[in-house]
Nanobody, 123 residues
Framework: VQLQASGGGLVQAGGSLRPSCSAS????????MGWFRQAPGKEREFVAA????????YYTDSVKDRFTISRDTGKRTVDLQMNSLKPEETAVYYC?????????????????WGQGTLVTVSS
């Protein structure tokens, strides 16, 4: 599986961005797709995830009600709609795929990673 992330950029605080992750190669129904982020000098952290064959999304508490993860199995994409962005959310955002059943929240539980897309939120 190869993942390609795009759609980052520079936005003012309170603004919105919608990074997208395009997948090539086999994506099976049991896969879980996730978004993580890594700010300078910090560890990579979980942001959101969604099962490839399901609709229930999972979010870290700090982004609930502001971010929305969605997947399009026909287009083989996973998007992260980010609203009301904050300067402290400046980070490289990575999409990832977990080839096992069950949503997990740590980077080590995901086997495939995209190259990341930079999101910069100015104050």
């Amino acid at each position: 599986v190869q993942l390609q992330a795009s759609g980052g950029g520079l936005v003012q605080a309170g603004g919105s961005l919608r990074p997208s992750c395009s997948a090539s190669g086999p994506i099976y129904v049991n896969y879980v797709m996730g978004w993580f982020r890594q700010a300078p000098g910090k560890e990579r952290e979980f942001v959101a995830a969604i099962p490839w064959n399901g609709n229930r999304p999972y979010y870290t508490d700090s982004v609930k009600d502001r971010f929305t993860i969605s997947r399009d199995t026909g287009k083989r994409t996973v998007d992260l709609q980010m609203n009301s962005l904050k300067p402290e959310e400046t980070a490289v955002y990575y999409c990832a795929a977990r080839p096992f059943v069950g949503v997990r929240f740590t980077p080590n539980d995901y086997n495939y990673w995209g190259q990341g897309t930079l999101v910069t939120v100015s104050s």
